[in-house]
């Protein structure tokens, strides 16, 4: 099982990103995929999540209207559309599988996004 995200940067308030998670050794049609993020000096937190059919869809509140999440399992990736990004956004992205160890193989090493002006 290997996770990996990218996309991540240093963009200024307003500004978007797509951050990319490329999933091996399960399949994300068959998974409640989420991202995650962690700020300095805080503890992760959920930001959206997608059930196995796609038809689901989840998002913290801070990021409603401004974060999208979709998956193509064809290519076995998940992504993240973030828009109207704001300070408070920066963090180190996650991306990983509902219900597994945040430690595990099943979460990646994570993608560092930077708002700053």
């Known amino acids: 099982v290997h996770v990996v995200e990218s996309g991540g940067g240093t963009v200024r308030p307003g500004d978007s990103l797509i951050l990319s998670c490329v999933v091996s050794?399960?399949?994300?049609?068959?998974?409640?995929m989420l991202w995650a993020r962690q700020a300095p000096g805080r503890e992760r937190e959920w930001v959206a999540g997608?059930?196995?059919?796609?038809?689901?869809?989840y998002y913290k509140e801070s990021v409603k209207g401004r974060f999208s999440v979709s998956r193509d399992g064809a290519k076995n990736m998940v992504y993240l559309q973030m828009n109207n990004l704001t300070p408070a956004d920066t963090a180190v992205y996650y991306c990983?599988?509902?219900?597994?160890?945040?430690?595990?193989?099943?979460w990646g090493q994570g993608t560092q996004v930077t708002v700053s002006s």
């Open positions: 050794g399960f399949s994300v049609d068959t998974a409640i």
């Open positions: 990983g599988k509902q219900g597994a160890a945040l430690n595990s193989d099943y």
């Open positions: 997608i059930t196995e059919g796609g038809s689901n869809l």
